[in-house]
């Protein structure tokens, strides 16, 4: 079955623009369109998970992931203070259905 191609498919594959502030093999960081706080990101793995309902032993890697490369990321711009939070589900506030963890800080994010 085809996978149904979401915003953030588009941004993964560059079809649509975004602020990226971090990228390699595995995983994309950019800025939240509508930030919540002074720093706002959106990290999603490049390998498409819908939710972490859909994560299965095979993807159980992913999450872990995302929360380390966030955990590097804001040590490396000096952010010391953080929340990391996955929306699950549309009940839990998921409205994109692409695996992504926010990550919010009252830090600004230089750059
Ligand atoms: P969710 O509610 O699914 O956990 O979060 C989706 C987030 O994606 C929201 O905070 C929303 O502001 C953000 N968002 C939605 N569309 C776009 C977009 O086209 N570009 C960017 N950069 N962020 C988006």
């Known amino acids: 079955m ?6 953030f498919h588009k941004i993964r594959d560059k079809e649509i623009p ?14 939240d369109i509508h930030p919540k706080a ?11 998970v819908a939710s972490i309902a859909d ?9 872990g992931m995302l929360i380390l490369k966030a955990q590097k ?4 711009k ?4 953080y929340k990391l939070t996955f929306h699950v589900g549309k009940g839990g506030g998921q409205e ?3 695996l992504h963890l926010h990550l919010l800080s ?4 230089e750059g």
């Not at 975004?18 to 093999?25: C, F, L, N, S, T």
């Open 2 to 7: 085809a996978e149904e191609r979401t915003i």
């Open 18 to 31: 975004a602020a990226v502030v971090y990228e390699d093999e595995d995983v994309l960081v950019f800025k």
């Open 38 to 48: 002074p720093t706002h990101l959106l990290l999603i793995p490049k390998h498409f």
């Open 55 to 63: 994560v299965t032993p095979e993807t159980a890697h992913i999450p």
């Open 73 to 76: 990321f804001a040590k490396e």
């Open 78 to 81: 000096g952010i010391d203070g």
């Open 96 to 98: 994109v259905m692409y």
């Open 106 to 109: 009252d830090m600004k994010l």
